[in-house]
């Protein structure tokens, strides 16, 4: 099972660390936060938003169409009652590649990102919450 661990590093700021990589995040202004990293739902979105870039570019590789000014937009909501992301809408832009036809391939694609797949999924998604003192 892959682990990627989080610690306080105080003053509300987090440090993940993810394989080689560390991540600094931060909380919103409200909970003590001072805009020093991403706050965790950003990381969330942009997560989605670079997965989902990543299956469409590498489809127009394999498929001969131009990646070159390649985005995703992924627009969302906080809603609250329970907190959470609500309307979050993926937009995929391709200025210079011709995909006239295969808009729904690119969207199939774009459909199967892990992360994507997940979210649509969650109801069957485990998440275990435990923790331990000392």
């Not at 660390?17 to 965790?40: F, W």
Request: hydrophobic share 35%; with cysteine.
């Amino acid at each position: 099972m892959e682990v990627i661990t989080t610690h306080h590093k105080g003053d509300m700021l987090f440090e993940t660390q993810l394989g080689n990589h560390t991540l600094e995040i931060d909380v919103p202004e409200s909970m003590g936060g001072k805009d020093r990293g991403p706050q965790p739902p950003e990381i969330f979105v942009a997560s989605l938003g670079s997965c989902v870039a990543a299956l469409v570019a590498n489809y127009c590789n394999k498929s001969g169409l131009n990646t070159e000014g390649l985005s995703v937009d992924v627009m969302y909501e906080k809603a609250s009652d329970p907190t959470r992301l609500a309307g979050v809408k993926v937009k995929v832009d391709l200025p210079h590649a011709d995909i006239s036809g295969r808009e729904e391939a690119v969207r199939r694609v774009a459909d199967r990102c892990p992360v994507h797949q997940t979210i649509c999924t969650l109801e069957g998604v485990d998440i275990e919450i435990s923790g331990k003192a000392g």
